[in-house]
């Protein structure tokens, strides 16, 4: 069974940083696409960031020029690097992959709260 697990969350005042963490776990031959998505309260679920397998990135324009994606293929895990923090970047974050195991199989993870606030 694969597991994602996410960390790194926490609260931040305005227009700092932090550095979340998505490590996948278990029998896991290659990671294809992954990224991080985000649900701030009464909204619906939005993506923030999306890595493939070779390491082409979207982003949402909110967060452009702001946060970068990046992958460890040798330890499966991606990383979200989130600088120049705004309030309206408060919310659960969620990793989610497509992970390549005895089948292909899209996982999410358990989400990890992020509060931006002075």
């Known amino acids: 069974q694969v597991q994602l697990v996410e960390s790194g969350g926490g609260l931040v005042q305005p227009g700092g940083s932090l550095r979340l963490s998505c490590a996948a776990s278990?029998?896991?031959?290659?990671?294809?696409?992954a990224g991080w998505y985000r649900q701030a309260p009464g909204k619906q679920r939005e993506l923030v960031a999306r890595i493939t397998s070779v390491g082409s990135t979207i982003y949402a324009e909110s967060v452009k020029g702001r946060f970068t994606i990046s992958r460890d293929n040798a330890k499966n895990t991606v990383y979200l690097q989130m600088n120049s923090l705004k309030p309206e970047d408060t919310a659960v974050y969620y990793c989610?992959?497509?992970?390549?195991?005895?089948?292909?199989?899209?996982?999410w993870g358990q989400g990890t709260q992020v509060t931006v606030s002075s």
């Open positions: 989610n992959a497509e992970v390549r195991s005895w089948s292909t199989t899209t996982y």
């Open positions: 278990g029998t896991i031959f290659s990671i294809n696409t």
